[in-house]
């Protein structure tokens, strides 16, 4: 199993920023990647999605305006952002970071659709 590992979470107040992280091998430079969340009693819901390239992106409605993502892809590693504003009590979630294999390189919306896992960073929004 490859491994992704998220950073950047924590507690932040409502109206504040954070950036999430996530690191990946070099293999996955050629991989759609995307991120999504699961909130207390939640099922977990796609927020948004990247192509290999970095050109084409997809947000849920509810983070369009003020999530984006983006990402590096260099030969050793790739890393995976999720740049956050204007954060809101029901951001509250442990945030995943997934990619598709490598023969994947565009963005998808689905969880059936990646194929590897983060083990999540925890994002708590107080209001």
């Known amino acids: 199993q490859a491994q992704l590992e998220e950073s950047g979470g924590g507690l932040v107040q409502a109206g504040d920023s954070l950036r999430l992280t996530c690191e990946a091998p070099?293999?996955?430079?050629?991989?759609?990647m995307g991120w999504f969340r699961q909130g207390p009693g939640k099922e977990r819901e796609f927020v948004a999605s990247?192509?290999?390239?970095?050109?084409?992106?997809?947000?849920v409605d509810s983070v369009r305006d003020r999530f984006i993502i983006s990402r590096h892809n260099a030969l050793n590693i790739v890393t995976l952002y999720l740049q956050m504003t204007s954060l809101k009590p029901e951001d509250t979630a442990v945030y995943y970071c997934?990619?598709?294999?490598?023969?994947?390189?565009?963005?998808?919306?689905?969880?059936?659709?990646?194929?590897?896992w983060g083990q999540g960073t925890q994002v708590t929004v107080s209001s």
């Open positions: 997934a990619a598709r294999d490598f023969k994947r390189p565009t963005q998808a919306t689905r969880e059936s659709e990646y194929d590897y």
């Open positions: 070099g293999t996955f430079g050629t991989s759609g």
């Open positions: 990247i192509s290999w390239s970095g050109v084409a992106t997809e947000y």
